[in-house]
C-alpha cells in the first residue's frame, strides 16, 4: 500500500504567489517524521523542510512551511512568494520510528511545479 | 558547509560490465542510504548502514552489493549490468541518534547509462 501520496502531477503558479503542495501519509507509527525535498531538472535531492510527529508547532524554513495536520495525516508544503528558481520536482518523504533510528525515507511520487512568469 | 560527495556523477557502460559508485558522507555522519532513481520515479530505497554495518535493506538486487567502511565511506558495487539499471544512484547520511538524525542530505547523484 502506498504509505505517501501526492495526488498532484503537476502544479503552475505565478511569479511572487504562494503554492501549496499536497501530501497524505499512512503510518500505524505513533512516531514518524516527514520530509520534503526539491529536485531540479539537474537531478540533485535539496533537503527543504522536516517535520517530526510530536512537533507541536508547524515547521517554517525560510519560504517553505509545512502544513501539518496530524489527524487528517497531511504534511502539505507551502512556498510562499515563489521564484522562477522554484520550478523543480517536488518530493515528500516518510521516516517511520523516531529520528533516533536509521529508517529509511519512503517518498511520494512528487509533483513538478512550474513558476510562470 | 561540506555536503555529501558520490563518485563518478556520471559513468555509462556496457550491459554485463561492472560498476562501483562512491559516497562521501557529511563528516560525522554515520549513517549511509543509497538509493536509485529510474528516470520519471522516484526514489527507491536500496540498503543502508549504520556505523559500518548494513542497517536495513529494500529492493536492492542480487547483483548488487554495498559496504561502509572505516572512515564512513560508501561503495555500491554492481555487476552484471542490465540496461534496467540505468538511474540516477543517489547517497544520503545522517547522524544517528542526534537532533541532526531529523535531516537526511542527499549527494548530487551518480548518473549510470547502461547501453
Redesign the interface.
Known amino acids: 500500500a502506498q504509505k505517501i501520496t501526492q495526488t498532484q502531477p503537476g502544479m503552475f503558479v505565478q511569479e511572487k504567489e504562494a503554492v501549496t503542495l499536497d501530501c497524505t501519509y499512512d503510518t500505524s507509527d505513533p512516531s514518524y517524521?516527514l520530509?520534503w525535498?526539491k529536485q531540479p531538472s539537474s537531478?540533485?535531492?535539496?533537503?527543504l523542510i522536516?517535520q517530526?510527529s510530536y512537533d507541536q508547532q508547524n515547521a517554517t524554513e525560510g519560504r517553505y512551511s509545512l502544513n501539518f495536520q496530524k489527524a487528517r495525516k497531511s504534511a502539505n508544503l507551502v512556498i510562499s512568494a515563489s521564484q522562477l528558481g522554484d520550478s523543480a520536482m517536488y518530493?515528500c518523504a516518510m521516516?517511520e520510528g523516531p529520528?533516533?533510528?536509521?529508517?529509511?525515507?519512503?517518498?511520494?511520487?512528487?509533483t513538478t511545479l512550474q513558476v510562470k512568469p | 558547509a561540506a555536503g555529501v560527495i558520490q563518485s563518478p556523477r556520471h559513468l555509462i557502460k556496457e550491459k554485463r560490465e561492472t560498476a562501483t559508485l562512491k559516497c562521501y558522507p557529511i563528516p560525522r555522519h554515520d549513517?549511509v542510504?543509497w538509493?536509485q532513481q529510474g528516470p520519471g520515479q522516484?526514489?527507491?530505497?536500496l540498503i543502508?548502514f549504520?556505523e559500518k554495518m548494513q542497517?536495513?535493506k529494500?529492493s536492492i538486487p542480487d547483483r548488487f552489493s554495498a559496504q561502509q567502511f572505516s572512515d564512513y565511506h560508501s561503495e555500491l558495487n554492481m555487476s552484471s549490468l542490465e540496461l534496467g539499471d540505468s538511474a540516477?544512484y543517489?547517497c544520503?547520511s545522517?547522524a544517528?541518534?542526534?537532533?541532526s538524525?531529523?535531516?537526511?542530505?542527499?549527494?548530487?547523484?551518480s548518473?549510470l547509462t547502461v547501453v
Request: proline fraction near 2%; aromatic fraction near 28%.
Open positions: 517524521g520530509f525535498y537531478g540533485e535531492m535539496i533537503f522536516y517530526g518530493f521516516r529520528s533516533s533510528n536509521t529508517g529509511k525515507l519512503i517518498f511520494g511520487q512528487g | 549513517t542510504y538509493y522516484d526514489p527507491q530505497f543502508s549504520y542497517s536495513d529494500g540516477l543517489f544520503a545522517t544517528w541518534g542526534t537532533s538524525g531529523n535531516t537526511i542530505y542527499f549527494g548530487e547523484g548518473w
